[in-house]
């Protein structure tokens, strides 16, 4: 095993909103903690954030449900790693993300990622330690679609350069939707502090990548036929993500998005660790599998 060496950058998950469209799953809980098969769908992006070697995250929440969080995760020390909490008083828009979290920011670049956007797949990894060790400009990943009018999109010219970004455009110029994860630099905190809301009364992180690419400052990482995205935002969605992941375990016999493991395999915590948190789960088949890959070490 690697170690995995943890990178000056911080990390954001967005899990504040609610969840309208999952009603009534998410009448008394958050969507981000709805389970995706074997467990809650914010272990997904704070696993991506993980795998590019991300140990400080920021968590938003909506007020009511940040004790749930906290519950679940607590300051993410048994992963090697330290989490704090914020509260997203009013959905107000994605780059609000960044104002609540200046201070968490503070001079660094960050990476946010939508806390109900799956990631996974060959190259992944790859392609988010490269973003993240990027610390001038932006860097988001689009990923080809079937009905792109329903996603923010992105035109490329012959070089492959970004020429143009629209939200649900009707007539749309590609097949690429951008995807929940953003790569900033620490421009980033003025740029949303100055945003002018949308109609819908919101400011739009569509905007923030524009202004990037106005200056010339943006990156764009295609993702290639063998990663999945999946945006878990309906009902549909939700269980189609539980069958992908539950396919993937019982075929290959590994788990998607198991922290523990992550910061296991990237030396972030150690052999007795491990341990202890494999007996924390009793006898579940997630403890098991955490067991096991100490008798294995595959």
């Known amino acids: 095993m690697a170690k995995v060496d943890k990178v000056s950058r911080k990390g954001i998950i967005l899990a504040g909103g609610s969840g309208t469209r999952l009603h009534p799953l998410t009448v008394s809980v958050s969507k981000q903690l709805l389970p995706v098969y074997d467990k809650p769908m914010i272990y997904y992006p704070l696993s991506n954030l993980m795998l590019a070697g991300i140990d400080e995250v920021l968590i938003i929440t909506a007020p009511d449900q940040q004790d749930l969080f906290r ?3 607590g300051d993410g020390s048994q992963f090697g790693m330290q989490l704090e909490y914020a509260i997203q008083d009013n959905p ?4 609000q993300a960044f104002v609540i979290g200046a201070d968490f920011i503070g001079d660094d670049p960050v990476t946010l990622i939508l806390g109900d956007n799956i990631f996974y797949g060959q190259g992944l990894v790859q392609q988010l330690r490269q973003a993240v060790y990027s610390n001038h400009g932006a860097t988001i990943f689009a990923y080809v679609v079937s009905d792109p009018e329903r996603y923010g999109v992105v035109a490329f010219d012959e070089e492959g ?3 143009s970004i629209a939200e649900k455009p009707k007539r749309p110029r590609s097949d690429y939707a951008v995807t929940g994860m953003y790569f900033f630099d620490n421009d980033v905190i003025e740029i949303a502090q100055n945003l002018t809301p949308s109609k819908r009364g919101e400011t ?3 905007d923030v990548v524009r202004a990037y690419m106005k200056r010339g400052d943006l990156s764009v990482e295609r993702m290639g036929r063998g990663i999945a995205w999946l945006d878990v935002g309906t009902h549909d969605a939700l269980a189609e993500a539980a069958a992908y ?4 375990d019982h075929r290959q016999g590994f788990k998607i998005a198991c922290l523990e493991e992550i910061a296991w395999r990237q ?3 150690d052999d007795d660790q491990l341990q202890t948190l494999s007996k924390s789960y009793g006898n579940s088949p997630y403890g098991n599998y955490l067991s096991g890959l100490l008798e ?3």
Not at 245 to 248: D, E, G, L, P
């Open 267 to 269: 030396q972030w915590i």
């Open 92 to 95: 107000d828009g994605v780059p």
């Open 161 to 163: 350069n970004p020429t």
């Open 245 to 248: 992941i539950q396919a993937v």
């Open 204 to 206: 739009e992180i569509i």
């Open 296 to 298: 294995h070490r595959h």
């Open 71 to 73: 519950n679940l995760l």
